[in-house]
Structure formats: structure tokens, C-alpha cells
T-cell receptor, first 113, second 116 residues
């Protein structure tokens, strides 16, 4: 069964460093998303991406964040200068169409020290 | 803005019994989708069931069913014949229907324990 894959599963980084979280969405999906979940809290939307551009972003997704689809398969989330409060589980998701359900990857646990 | 509320932080059920998880939401939209996602200890988000707001019939997926009350803005999940593998955090989620690729808004989650 096709699935969304994320790498790495866990990343530890120093405060102020840049990190890139990688995702391979399901191959025929057209809509891509990033969500995050701070430990013990609800899942929060960050950004959605369609047709090579951001279609929606939340107030969390400030200038420190960026997304890119560098080739036909990968979808990345970059955090330019990490802060302690960026520590969270980051989930990538994709959907075939705009009205269909989103399938999530297994998540990348980001720890900023 | 849309909000989703799960008022039960924790629930427990005996194996083979039935449990219902509650969810309410607030929206001014008429076209939307509702979902239940399961998050086991691995923390992966797994879709359990989906309901389109325009459908009056409640969605069912094997042992999982929903009670969708549109006027009351309520969307509860019933798990029948509970199994140990059902133990997880369950999240209710909302998505607007008219806008393609719109965000999911999640509730706070309900931690379900299944007792043998």
C-alpha cells in the first residue's frame, strides 16, 4: 500500500541551526501539507502546497519556515534558525485531490537543544 | 474560525465492549468534512473514518461508526467490540469543503485505554 515517508525519524539540532525535514508524498497525490504536534498538544496545521506554490499557511508558518518541492518526488520543510519552541513532531501529509482525505507520514521528531 | 472540541481527555473500555468518543465543532460553513484519526504510541496519524457533511447517513468502517448530528454540530465515534490494538489517542478533525486542499483543524484528542 502506498504511504507517505518522512526522513529522518528523529533529528537533534542546536538552537539557531537550520534544519530540513524531508517527505516523499504518495506518488499520484497533488496536495501536500505540513503539520506539527508539540508533545502533549493537538496537531496544528502549518502549510499546504499545491501546483508548486503555497495554497494556505497558518500564523505559525512565519519567515523562519519555507517549503519546497525540489523535484518530482520530495517535499521539504526548512526551518532557518531553530528555536527551542520548534521542538515538536512534524508530520507531512498528502492527498490525491483537494476534497479527499489526507494521508500522514510517520513523523519526524525534532529536538532543538 | 472553525474550532473542534473533544471534551474527554481520557476514556477507558473493557476489551470486547463498546465505547463512544465525543467531538463537537463550530463552523459557519455548510460544506465540510469530518474525520477521526488514530494516533498509536508510534505517533503516526492513521485515518479511521470520514464523514461528508452533505451526507445524512452515518459513516461506518467495520467496528467503527459515527453519530453525525449536523444541527447539533456533534460527531461522535463509536468503537464496537474494542480490541487491545484500539488503544491510542483519537483526534477529531474538520476540513472545509469548498476550498481544495484546505487545512485540517484538530481537536485536543482523547486518550483511549483498552483494558484486557
Amino acid at each position: 500500500e502506498p504511504e507517505v515517508t518522512q526522513t529522518p525519524s528523529h533529528q537533534v539540532t542546536q538552537m539557531g541551526q537550520e534544519v530540513i525535514l524531508r517527505c516523499v508524498p504518495i506518488s499520484n497525490h497533488l496536495y501536500f501539507y505540513w503539520y506539527r504536534q508539540i508533545l502533549g498538544q493537538k496537531v496544528e496545521f502549518l502549510v499546504s502546497f499545491y501546483n508548486n506554490e503555497i495554497s494556505e499557511k497558518s500564523e505559525i508558518f512565519d519567515d523562519q519556515f519555507s517549503v519546497e518541492r525540489p523535484d518530482g518526488s520530495n517535499f521539504t520543510l526548512k526551518i532557518r534558525s531553530t528555536k527551542l519552541e520548534d521542538s515538536a513532531m512534524y508530520f507531512c501529509a498528502s492527498s490525491e485531490g483537494g476534497q479527499t482525505e489526507a494521508f500522514f507520514g510517520q513523523g519526524t521528531r525534532l529536538t532543538v537543544v | 474560525a472553525q474550532t473542534v472540541t473533544q471534551s474527554q481527555p481520557e476514556m477507558s473500555v473493557q476489551e470486547a465492549e463498546t465505547v463512544t468518543l465525543s467531538c463537537t465543532y463550530d463552523t459557519s460553513e455548510s460544506d465540510y468534512y469530518l474525520f477521526w484519526y488514530k494516533q498509536p504510541p508510534s505517533r503516526q496519524m492513521i485515518l479511521v473514518i470520514r464523514q461528508e457533511a452533505y451526507k445524512q447517513q452515518n459513516a461506518t468502517e467495520n467496528r467503527f461508526s459515527v453519530n453525525f448530528q449536523k444541527a447539533a454540530k456533534s460527531f461522535s465515534l463509536k468503537i464496537s467490540d474494542s480490541q487491545l490494538g484500539d488503544a491510542a489517542m483519537y483526534f477529531c478533525a474538520y476540513r472545509r469543503g469548498k476550498t481544495s486542499g484546505s487545512r485540517l483543524t484538530f481537536g485536543e484528542g482523547t486518550q483511549l485505554t483498552v483494558n484486557p
